[in-house]
């Protein structure tokens, strides 16, 4: 599964498909339609990563979109969350464990 991420101001817009060409297609026809309402899509601002289990997955580094280029990325975070391209839970529960140690160690001395 494919996943991007597309920054609207002031929205965040996700785009899921089961390749990068199913992505590409439908973000380029995301684009089309917000330039018909006056809107724009910042392409500096905007990120894609491929979701898999395969190690050789969404090996492409950027991809193409109307004269803009989109950059891959391997994690992000998403409603506090952190997504990764393995679709991998360990990095999140690391990021929680580290996050709930720095919260104890700022109140030890309250407690």
């Known amino acids: 599964m494919v996943h991007t991420s597309f920054w609207l101001m002031p929205m965040n817009v996700n785009i899921l498909g089961g390749s990068v060409d199913t992505v590409k297609k439908n973000s380029e026809a995301l684009i089309a339609a917000t330039m018909e309402i006056g809107l724009e899509v910042h392409a ?7 979701v898999s289990r395969d190690q050789n997955a969404g090996r492409i580094h950027s991809m193409k979109i109307d004269n803009s280029s989109i ?5 992000f975070k998403y409603f506090g969350t952190t997504l990764t ?16 140690n720095a919260c104890y160690y700022s109140v030890q001395n309250l407690l």
């Open 44 to 50: 500096h601002k905007t990120k894609y990563m491929t």
């Open 71 to 75: 950059e891959r990325v391997e994690e």
């Open 85 to 100: 391209n393995q679709n991998s839970i360990q990095e999140e529960i690391k990021s929680r464990l580290k996050l709930g």
